[in-house]
């Protein structure tokens, strides 16, 4: 006898759940189940090209991440060319995460140039890159002049935190620098654990903390827009002679231990820290998303939502609240003022 399944349910891929409680409201991730335990077991090598595949919206911010951990793990310096074409790449994904349909092309050019005409790319490897930009390809590119972004500063009581060198952002940057008001907490990347840690560990909604306090990532914590940025950063980026030319992959081997990676995508930071065994094994795994890492402070800002006095006025605020946040999720690009917004009572 055969068997019918009818698949009936309507999925509304714009819904966004949000749950309130007596003591206040949360942004529902349930259905973003962490991929940590998914990938222990696994050979670290192949770690960076599996996450990129199962979070397809940021695939070119997760490809960095995980390969910059495995640069740490391998011991091993990337050269500057090879940095370039990185950061080309980057500052592409930038661009094509605009709504902005000619930035949005513009972004997937600069990916091509780049080395990553597809959407999942394969640019960056343990010690460098693939292969170095075609020089044709870079001057083909079409940078727009002046180009201006909108951008509203939100103010925030936790702390702000960024990737940096020399004190300053660099989305590619060694370092971490967290700052509130004239307060700043700065650490060496790779010792991420002895800083962050999460307050509802292997959770969704891990809630981590640095130094004991909440914190943001994304556009709101460097305080710009990271468009025009991303354009001025290509811009130099095409100028600079070593982009095609010279060293672009140093050999290297995987060593066991402890290495992290971090990149600062579309939406804000992202890290991968790996543990590896003697084997090349992944035994330990954190990957922290910048929608996980802000869940914190998007519910901060629905529980004000969810003091408005209408319905209309709250569904209005909840979606504003959810779109400054930006999670990773369908909903964030949702026409505006239809977003499925549901809110539920919860425990």
């Known amino acids: 006898m055969s068997t019918t399944l009818r698949l009936d349910q309507f999925v509304d891929p714009f819904e966004a759940k949000v749950v309130y409680t007596d003591s206040g409201g949360y942004f529902d991730l349930s259905g973003l189940p962490r991929l940590d335990p998914m990938l222990v077991g696994r050979n670290v090598a192949e770690v960076p090209d599996i996450v990129k595949r199962l979070c397809g919206l940021c695939p070119v911010a997760h490809h960095l991440a995980g390969v910059r951990a495995l640069d740490a793990l391998c011991g091993v310096e990337v050269p500057e060319s090879a940095q370039l074409v990185r950061l080309l790449l980057h500052h592409g994904s930038i661009l094509y995460a605009s709504r902005d349909m000619d930035i949005k092309r513009l972004g997937k050019a600069v990916m091509a140039a780049a080395g990553s005409p ?85 959770d969704p909604a891990p809630r981590p903390l640095v130094h004991g306090h909440p914190y943001r990532v994304g556009p709101y914590a460097h305080g710009e827009a990271m468009v025009p940025r991303s354009l001025a950063e290509i811009r130099r980026i095409i100028a600079d002679p070593r982009l095609c030319e010279g060293e672009f992959r140093k050999e290297s081997s995987i060593l066991s231990g402890i290495g992290v990676g971090a990149v600062e995508g579309p939406r804000g930071l992202l890290v991968h820290r790996y543990v590896a065994n003697e084997d090349g094994v992944l035994v330990d795994c954190q990957i922290l998303t910048p929608t996980a890492q802000n869940e914190a402070w998007l519910a901060s800002m629905l529980e004000a939502s969810l003091q408005q006095d209408s319905d209309r006025g709250v569904e209005l605020s909840v979606e504003n609240s959810i779109r400054t946040a930006n999670p990773c999720l369908p909903c964030s690009s949702a026409p505006e003022g239809h977003m499925g917004v549901v809110i539920e009572k919860g425990n």
């Open 118 to 202: 597809g959407h999942f790319p394969d640019v960056a490897i343990p010690g460098g890159v693939r292969a170095l930009p075609d020089p044709q390809a870079l001057a083909e590119l079409r940078l727009p002049e002046n180009y201006e972004e909108s951008f509203e500063p939100v103010p925030y009581d936790g702390f702000d935190m960024m990737l940096t060198s020399h004190g300053t952002l660099d989305p590619l940057g060694d370092h971490v620098t967290a700052r509130s008001g004239e307060e700043r907490i700065t650490f060496d990347l790779q010792t991420w654990a002895d800083h962050v840690a999460e307050s509802r560990p292997g």
